[in-house]
């Protein structure tokens, strides 16, 4: 008997939204210490479970990107202008009470002292973004989540100086889910800037303490900019 078009609809959902190594993670990560909400950090500091979003294939798209770049470095796509090392797992510190504190960083050129982090994302929403940096218009928006990604990316860096891989500059590699042609894709690039990841890790820290003191995360006031406060995870 054949399948019906609700079995098949069925079965591939089952495919996009089984568990990865990534969803599986039990402790923070650099993506989680810059994000701008206290809120949410202290629940990913905790371990709380995060109920299920509804918008989720746009994040799938993402991984299915990160995996394609992931294959073809693996093939050796420009394997003789650069050594590459790619989602090599790093540590950023220890935090008393919470143990070691792991990331991944996307993709590493140590030769270049560079690092490169894969960001998908849309033409609006990187249109906004341009027009940040270019100082053409700003909003809140733009600004927090680029203050997130900046932060991710030094948090990077730190972690990867302080093992004696050198690191001088980052790059924010943005690729347009809806786009079509090179140009939809767009590079961010900042210097290192120690005091950014020391700014977080030591926000962290004094969260993580906080928490082991009693403090619960819904006393925490949510981000005003949080997209997970504003639809209610």
């Known amino acids: 008997m054949s399948l019906t078009d609700t079995e098949v609809k069925d079965f591939t959902v089952s495919l996009f939204t089984q568990k990865s190594e990534r969803d599986l993670q039990r402790k923070v990560g650099a993506s989680n210490i810059s994000d701008p909400c206290t809120k949410h950090l ?5 371990n709380e ?3 299920e979003i509804k918008y989720w294939l746009g994040g799938k798209i993402g991984t299915a990107i990160h995996s394609f770049i992931e294959h073809s470095i693996g093939n050796g796509v420009h394997a003789n202008d650069f050594d590459f090392v790619v989602e090599d ?3 950023l510190g220890d935090i008393d ?5 792991n990331s991944r960083p996307d993709l590493v050129i140590p030769s270049r002292n560079h690092l490169i982090d ?8 990187i249109k906004k973004l341009q027009n940040l940096v270019a100082g053409l218009k ?3 928006d733009s600004e927090n989540t680029l203050k997130k990604y ?3 990316v030094q948090l990077y860096a730190w972690g990867l100086n302080n093992s004696g891989t050198k690191i001088d500059r980052a790059s924010l590699v943005f690729i347009n889910r809806d786009g079509t042609y090179e140009n939809d894709i767009w590079v961010y690039s900042v210097d290192y800037d120690e005091s950014i990841a020391l700014a977080l890790w030591n926000r962290v820290k004094y969260l993580w303490k906080e928490l082991e003191e009693g403090l619960h995360p819904d006393s925490i006031a949510p981000h005003p900019l949080c997209f997970k406060c504003n639809v209610g995870i």
Do not use: F, H, M
């Open 42 to 46: 202290a629940k990913a500091l905790l």
């Open 49 to 51: 479970p995060e109920p």
């Open 89 to 91: 797992k790093i540590t």
């Open 97 to 101: 009470g919470y143990g070691v504190v």
């Open 118 to 125: 894969w960001k998908t994302s849309s033409r609006p929403k």
């Open 138 to 140: 700003s909003d809140e």
């Open 150 to 152: 900046i932060g991710q």
